[in-house]
T-cell receptor
Framework: DAGVIQSPRHEVTEMGQEVTLRCKPI?????LFWYRQTMMRGLELLIY????????DSGMPEDRFSAKMPNASFSTLKIQPSEPRDSAVYFC????????????FGAGTRLSVL | GNSVTQMEGPVTLSEEAFLTINCTYT??????LFWYVQYPGEGLQLLLK?????DKGSNKGFEATYRKETTSFHLEKGSVQVSDSAVYFC????????????FGKGTRLHILP
């Protein structure tokens, strides 16, 4: 298995632009998590899904952030409009029912908002 | 609520030195405990886990013992290598319908040759 796949690996954009980050979880995994990592705040859980349904989005910083999971093999995290303070590394992770408390992380998307 | 506290870094050691990274937790019930490692430019990956009191997790020469009486899960390695340079995260599972993981802030480890 290729593991959790995130794209793009790097994204540079200008303030005010829309940014879409993509994630393909490991096949057969039914939970998906989006995290943000910064030097100041460390690793923050933004939102997670179970069986494609959002379970907890309390970590989403504000309405500019939205996430979807239209099917079991794809999820997006969208920021519209983007701001410089959104610059961070965004990670997607997935887990499966049989080992719910082990999460497998993608390599992350490094976002720079200028 | 549940939380994890780990020692701040960076920690700098010479190769073959003994490593300890302290981690304590606050939790209701009996969570599972983890150490995840993040190598430069990569996502986190599970290093080891322990699911109940007195369990010892081990992997790649690293060990950690689930100590309920001191609510601790300290990471140790007897002889570190340059390749162990990474950020180490202590974490616990937050049991619920879907098991969230609560991560500590991470400890950056530098190993000098």
């Amino acid at each position: 298995d290729a593991g959790v796949i995130q794209s793009p690996r790097h994204e540079v954009t200008e303030m005010g632009q829309e940014v879409t980050l993509r994630c393909k979880p490991i096949s057969g995994h039914n939970s998906l998590f989006w995290y943000r990592q910064t030097m100041m705040r460390g690793l923050e859980l933004l939102i997670y899904f179970n069986n494609n349904v959002p379970i907890d989005d309390s970590g989403m910083p504000e309405d500019r952030f939205s996430a979807k999971m239209p099917n079991a093999s794809f999820s997006t995290l969208k920021i519209q409009p983007s701001e410089p303070r959104d610059s961070a590394v965004y990670f997607c992770a997935s887990s499966f029912e049989g080992a719910k408390n082990i999460q497998y992380f993608g390599a992350g998307t490094r976002l720079s908002v200028l | 609520g549940n939380s994890v506290t780990q020692m701040e870094g960076p920690v700098t050691l010479s190769e073959e030195a003994f490593l300890t990274i302290n981690c304590t937790y606050t939790a209701t019930g009996y969570p599972s405990l983890f150490w995840y490692v993040q190598y430069p430019g990569e996502g986190l990956q599970l290093l080891l886990k322990a699911t109940k009191a007195d369990d010892k997790g081990s992997n790649k020469g690293f060990e950690a013992t689930y100590r309920k009486e001191t609510t601790s899960f300290h990471l140790e390695k007897g002889s570190v290598q340059v390749s162990d340079s990474a950020v180490y995260f202590c974490a616990l599972s937050d049991r619920g319908a879907v098991d969230k993981i609560i991560f500590g802030k991470g400890t950056r480890l530098h190993i000098l040759p």
